[in-house]
């Protein structure tokens, strides 16, 4: 059964978007990630606060078939649909 309806992500947009605006600036100016992947993406959030700091950054994010695409915060080509109950193989690496 797949939990993650419209109201969850409208729960989340809410109350936890805020999140990686704070928090990704810290970690970007750290570690200056050429590429990142987010397992368990969702909606991008994350991945979004991390092309705002920088658009050349190449991103990655993974997550089910659950996903309204309509409401990735990511390009749609930024994003795949993965089961992570399972070894994900990918043809690139990521900082």
Same mark, same amino acid.
């Given at each position: 059964?797949?939990?993650?309806?419209?109201?969850?992500?409208?729960?989340?947009? &809410?109350?936890?978007?805020?999140?990686?605006?704070?928090?990704?600036? +810290?970690? +970007?100016?750290?570690?200056?990630?050429?590429? !990142?992947?987010?397992?368990?993406?969702?909606?991008?959030?994350? =991945?979004?606060?991390? &092309?705002?700091?920088?658009?050349? !950054?190449?991103?990655?994010?993974?997550?089910?078939?659950? !996903?309204?695409?309509? &409401? =990735?915060?990511?390009?749609?080509?930024?994003?795949? !649909?993965?089961? =992570?109950?399972?070894?994900?193989? =990918?043809?690139?690496?990521?900082?």
């Amino acid at each position: 059964m797949n939990n993650y309806t419209a109201e969850f992500y409208n729960w989340l947009d &809410r109350e936890a978007s805020r999140d990686p605006e704070i928090i990704m600036p +810290c970690i +970007c100016k750290w570690l200056k990630p050429r590429s !990142v992947v987010d397992f368990g993406s969702g909606e991008g959030h994350w =991945l979004n606060a991390v &092309r705002q700091l920088n658009e050349s !950054v190449d991103i990655l994010g993974l997550d089910g078939e659950w !996903v309204y695409k309509s &409401r =990735l915060r990511i390009p749609e080509e930024s994003f795949q !649909v993965a089961d =992570l109950s399972r070894p994900v193989h =990918l043809n690139a690496k990521f900082d």
